[in-house]
């Protein structure tokens, strides 16, 4: 590793995990000052955050950067003062810090539980300058610092964005370090942050597969995996074709990028000859590309052969697998095979199928004549979230700001020992 | 890695993990049947596991292994039963499988959390043959399946303690590979363990500092780490000199090869000459070595000098690190240089001084007037532990029932698409 990036990485997280001592002891009145005034400064800036978002496009553009990627990057005034609006619906969020539960033991050690910041929350993703404000001022409002390495094309975004951001704790009792990004756009700055044990409390990758299998893979710090969704909608024998077209649909094509977005569609044998056909219209618009089992495409002609490859793929696209299933039993030994754990779902008007379906299916969330696209720290109620975990430990599906804490142990005696 | 090794380490998980999935949707009837069956077994077949302890301890004899480890992998009658009892008061405990919260969405979801087992837990420790039993036990009852990998040199009669469990699996609904001993006493078992990802969901190891530190590093699999205690006890000037001495000598004597003892103790300048040669003469008796800054030898000629080194060191042993500081704030920065997380006491009448110590130490227990070593499941009535956490995500302080669970939501809907 290249030694001095290692040590400015160091240097940032040194001054991070000093930052985040005041921050954990501001109260709740003064984080959300801090964040109304950088929503404040985001709309004031827009010309100069769009002038600098202008150089990072014409570098991708020349770059021959994918065009997906572009329009992620691309800022315009609407989007800034959005950004600016999500940081003060942060800032409306009840404050989970302090919150806690007390008990007395017989003894009379009297035990506190009360949530705590974590510390420092490393962010490790892609060109989206969105998430460099959002993942700060969720990480401001639980009282966290972070340090930020987002994607290399959108470096100038970044920059102008976490200089505004300092600018503000300038004015304020917070220190700036308690925002800081990793200005570096090779890998040893990601390499370096990875490797901050000690420093860094907890690593939250967000992006495509790739990016979160090398963070985990890679990390000597705590990480939170999030993201992988090969989620599946089961349509059951006693199903209602009405919802079940519907769920069906919305799960694969209302935004087939996202990660709750459904990748296979199996269906019981018994209703198959009525609901794929329909499917099929349904999605016809779209031009939705189904890749069937055998029994599928007898009844579907336009589907092309499914391979087992494609039951462990997630799309995130215009496409989907199909496989008609014997019952239940084989839809859930199917997704167990199969599953990341993300969302899953059922449409069944039969309650003991429903039953059996949430009971041993083992994923964040499981449906029941619902889409899946509903996992989502706003749907679920949570507010703005920091990522969907699909992981077990610490958090389970979409966090919120009670997911960027931990709790602390105040025990209070009158010279009890033991 | 050796090939053969891992595959069998690999199977003993792929068979763990299809167990985890039986015993999620046991009853805490058929739980706890199970584990009032292990206690049984374990009471009716005393000399039989004495036998195979033997076998054990005149290996460990013949190869020197130090008296400590000698003391703790010996079994007694006493101690079998003893075990057998703890195997029982887990049974007694509440399950927190089921439990949850419900919520119901404006657009109709309704959304339950609710508590799930983690599924595979992997265990790594020492020649304690006691933490055989504990750890399944804490496991089963919390719906887990359980891979062990204790010392070497209990290898015998952690050997005959899981056979006898497994047994009482296969008179029951539950699989017997829910309770898995890796059957290798060499490190590739362990090396295999700690890459088991997708298979085992979370690795716990128990033992000293050494054992920590190599799983914490070299695990592909989640880590909870525990047990690093260098613990400080502060006596502030407005002590009630009673409580301070009290205090100061239980948390450091009382066991000091445990994690919860406290390493270094800071004295307010203002009664160090009050308190220290009291507090060499309540631990004269054990003969209590104290590494003490300049001034602490100035004020006791019996100390010897401390190197920087003493106050980074957790001694487990008879032996203390002792420093003079000039107020809390002095001995607040003392503490943060070197706490490792645990367990943190302050011993003082003044209220601004305990507030200012409860808020600004960082670890999972902050005491008040109460000795450190009270961090323990069962003194803050979680019932038997599992450990104590000394990191931040997922669990902080000790471990017990429920933080071998994770949650799933269960989103039930009535066609609702987004």
Same mark, same amino acid.
């Given at each position: 590793?290249? #030694?001095?990036?290692?040590?400015?990485?160091?240097?940032?997280?040194?001054?991070?995990?000093?930052?985040?001592?005041?921050?954990?002891?501001?109260?709740?009145?003064?984080?959300?000052?801090?964040?109304?005034?950088?929503?404040?400064?985001?709309?004031? #800036?827009?010309?100069?955050?769009?002038?600098? #978002? @202008?150089?990072?496009?014409?570098?991708?553009?020349? /770059?021959?950067?994918?065009?997906?990627?572009?329009?992620?990057?691309?800022?315009?005034?609407?989007?800034?003062?959005?950004?600016?609006?999500?940081?003060?619906?942060?800032?409306?969020?009840?404050? *989970?810090?302090?919150?806690?539960?007390?008990?007395?033991? *017989?003894?009379?050690?009297?035990?506190?539980?009360?949530?705590?910041?974590?510390?420092?929350?490393?962010?490790?993703?892609?060109?989206?300058?969105?998430?460099?404000?959002?993942?700060?001022?969720?990480?401001?409002?639980?009282?966290?610092? !972070? !340090?930020?390495?987002?994607?290399?094309?959108?470096?100038?975004?970044?920059?102008?964005?976490?200089?505004?951001?300092?600018?503000?704790?300038?004015?304020?009792?917070?220190?700036?370090?308690? !925002?800081?990004?990793?200005?570096?756009?090779?890998?040893?700055? =990601? /390499?370096?942050?990875?490797?901050?044990?000690?420093?860094?409390?907890?690593?939250?990758?967000?992006?495509?597969?790739?990016?979160?299998?090398?963070?985990?893979?890679?990390?000597?710090?705590?990480?939170?995996?999030?993201?992988?969704? #090969?989620?599946?909608?089961?349509?059951?024998?006693?199903?209602?074709?009405?919802?079940?077209?519907?769920?069906?649909?919305?799960?694969?094509?209302?935004?087939?990028?996202?990660?709750?977005?459904?990748?296979?569609?199996?269906?019981?044998?018994?209703?198959?000859?009525?609901?794929? *056909?329909?499917?099929?219209?349904?999605?016809?618009?779209?031009?939705? @590309?189904?890749?069937?089992?055998?029994?599928?495409?007898?009844?579907?002609?336009?589907?092309?052969?499914?391979?087992? @490859?494609?039951?462990?793929?997630?799309?995130?696209?215009?496409?989907?697998?199909?496989?008609?299933?014997?019952?239940?039993?084989?839809?859930?030994?199917?997704?167990?095979?199969?599953?990341?754990?993300?969302?899953?779902?059922?449409?069944? @008007?039969?309650?003991?199928?429903?039953?059996?379906?949430?009971?041993?299916?083992?994923?964040?969330?499981? +449906?029941?004549?619902?889409?899946?696209?509903?996992?989502?720290?706003?749907?679920?109620?949570?507010?703005?979230?920091?990522?969907?975990?699909?992981?077990?430990?610490?958090?389970?599906? *979409?966090?919120?700001?009670?997911?960027?804490? =931990?709790?602390? +142990?105040?025990?209070?005696?009158?010279?009890?020992?033991?």
């Amino acid at each position: 590793m290249d #030694n001095n990036i290692y040590e400015y990485v160091k240097e940032l997280c040194v001054r991070a995990k000093s930052a985040s001592c005041d921050l954990a002891v501001q109260t709740s009145a003064e984080k959300n000052k801090a964040l109304a005034a950088i929503a404040s400064k985001l709309r004031e #800036n827009v010309s100069l955050i769009l002038a600098e #978002n @202008e150089k990072d496009l014409s570098c991708a553009e020349a /770059n021959g950067v994918p065009k997906t990627m572009m329009d992620r990057l691309r800022l315009t005034e609407q989007r800034i003062i959005g950004m600016a609006d999500a940081v003060m619906e942060v800032a409306a969020l009840a404050d *989970p810090i302090g919150e806690g539960t007390v008990s007395t033991r *017989p003894n009379g050690l009297k035990i506190t539980c009360q949530r705590v910041p974590i510390g420092v929350v490393g962010i490790i993703y892609e060109a989206r300058p969105n998430v460099t404000v959002d993942a700060a001022a969720l990480c401001i409002k639980s009282g966290n610092a !972070v !340090v930020l390495r987002g994607g290399k094309e959108a470096i100038n975004t970044n920059r102008i964005l976490v200089k505004l951001m300092r600018e503000v704790f300038e004015e304020s009792f917070i220190s700036s370090d308690a !925002v800081a990004l990793i200005d570096d756009v090779t890998r040893e700055g =990601t /390499n370096a942050l990875m490797s901050m044990r000690g420093l860094v409390d907890v690593l939250i990758p967000r992006g495509g597969k790739g990016l979160i299998k090398a963070v985990v893979e890679n990390a000597k710090v705590p990480v939170i995996e999030t993201g992988a969704g #090969n989620c599946h909608v089961y349509i059951d024998e006693r199903a209602d074709m009405f919802k079940a077209l519907r769920v069906a649909v919305n799960a694969k094509v209302s935004r087939p990028s996202v990660c709750n977005a459904a990748e296979t569609l199996l269906v019981h044998r018994a209703v198959a000859e009525e609901f794929l *056909p329909k499917f099929y219209d349904e999605t016809r618009d779209v031009a939705l @590309e189904i890749r069937g089992c055998e029994r599928t495409c007898s009844i579907l002609p336009q589907a092309l052969p499914a391979t087992e @490859e494609d039951y462990d793929t997630e799309y995130n696209d215009y496409i989907i697998s199909v496989k008609v299933v014997d019952d239940v039993h084989d839809a859930v030994t199917h997704i167990r095979k199969y599953t990341t754990g993300h969302s899953e779902a059922i449409v069944t @008007e039969d309650y003991t199928s429903a039953r059996y379906f949430t009971t041993l299916i083992d994923a964040a969330a499981v +449906y029941v004549n619902a889409s899946t696209r509903f996992t989502d720290g706003g749907e679920f109620g949570f507010g703005a979230e920091i990522g969907i975990s699909t992981q077990k430990l610490h958090a389970r599906g *979409p966090m919120g700001l009670s997911h960027l804490t =931990t709790v602390k +142990y105040i025990v209070e005696g009158n010279g009890q020992v033991r």
